[in-house]
């Protein structure tokens, strides 16, 4: 993907690189080095969100301001959380589908705890919404292109996979939309603005 962007996108002021958010060692040309940090719909993949809370604010310049869109949890943890322990599917990754705090009873408290000690001050909100999908083949294609497991399921199995896999989904976390053939699926999404205090 960064290879694409550089080269496809032209914008002068922009540089491109890859950088894992939850990582230990902060390179020092990133230290103290933003204005402005924001992320849309990924912190929830990080596997320990304070790290990249806490990453997020080594690299803003004093005073510097991040803004941050994730959910919560992921509305097909339950789903993904019985496939890791299935007998036949179990050994396909699904557990690096699950969101940071899957087993929390409140993965909202995990993250504002994580923010607390991430030195920021900051506003978090949590925001409840839905999207609906307009046919069978809408969700189904959504569900299998955000499935990173299924590279790993061989090919003759894959059809026996799928309709395990629509048949958890359609039970666990579709809800029927008021218009033939459509499906509802409620999520909740978490807000976060922060900024860095200068000392
Ligand atoms: C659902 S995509 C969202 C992409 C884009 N922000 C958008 O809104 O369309 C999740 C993104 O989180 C990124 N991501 C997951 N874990 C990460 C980590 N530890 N460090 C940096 N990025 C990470 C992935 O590379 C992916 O691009």
């Avoid at 997020?56 to 869109?69: D, E, Q, S, Y």
């Avoid at 890791?84 to 929390?104: D, I, N, P, T, V």
């Avoid at 409140?106 to 994580?114: I, L, R, V």
């Avoid at 989904?169 to 900024?195: H, Q, R, T």
């Amino acid at each position: 993907m960064v290879d694409y962007a550089r080269r496809h996108i032209v914008m002068p002021k922009c540089e491109f690189y890859e950088f894992d958010v939850n990582s230990e060692h902060i390179p020092s040309n990133f230290q103290s080095r933003f204005d402005y940090i924001f992320s849309f719909f990924a912190l929830m993949y990080v596997k320990n969100p304070e790290q990249a809370f806490k990453n997020i604010h080594a690299m803003l310049k004093p005073n510097g301001r991040t803004f941050n869109v994730f959910l919560p949890f992921l509305p097909t943890d339950s789903v993904y959380r019985k496939l890791c322990k299935h007998e036949k599917w179990g050994k396909y990754g699904h557990e690096q589908m699950l969101s940071s705090y899957s087993s929390a009873a409140s993965p909202e408290n995990c993250y504002q705890q994580a923010l607390d000690r991430s030195g920021f001050k900051y506003y978090f909100s949590v925001e409840k919404t839905s999207y609906t999908f307009s046919n069978e083949e809408e969700w189904k294609g959504f569900f299998i292109s955000i499935n990173t497991a299924i590279p790993n399921i061989p090919d003759d199995e894959l059809d026996e996979y799928k309709e395990l896999l629509f048949n958890l989904i359609n039970n666990e976390l579709l809800i029927d939309g008021s218009v033939k053939g459509s499906k509802i699926y409620n999520l909740d999404y978490c807000v976060m603005s922060a900024s860095k205090i200068s000392s």
